[in-house]
Nanobody
């Protein structure tokens, strides 16, 4: 199956934009939906949004105003941008993929992002 790997800075200053990239490799079946999910300290998993294979996007209503997900199919990558971050955006960020929307059959290992000055 496809493998996913997140990359990006581990430290972001408040009010700046958090930007993470997920790179996909391998697998014989291409997922249709590519998601971002996060887990803040002491909290459960929070779905952020997804992009599909025709570049359609759908975001969590609570984060929609600050979120943008894009995709570069030629590089097998998709990117999360979260603007105007605060310390409450500190979390482990995961990318995930599946054949179905808001399903997460394949996960990346996760990357810690800390928002701090």
């Amino acid at each position: 199956q496809v493998q996913l790997q997140e990359s990006g800075p581990g430290l972001v200053k408040p009010s700046q934009t958090l930007s993470l990239t997920c790179t996909a490799s391998g697998g014989s079946i291409t997922p249709n939906y590519w998601s971002w999910i996060r887990q803040s300290p002491g909290k459960g998993l929070e779905w952020i949004g997804y992009i599909d294979n025709v570049a359609g996007t759908y975001y969590s209503p609570s984060l929609k105003s600050r979120t943008s997900i894009s995709r570069d199919a030629s590089k097998n990558q998709f990117t999360l941008q979260l603007s105007s971050v605060t310390p409450e955006d500190t979390a482990v960020y995961y990318c995930a993929a599946d054949l179905y929307p808001k399903a997460f059959g394949v996960w990346g290992q996760g990357t810690q992002v800390t928002v701090s000055s």
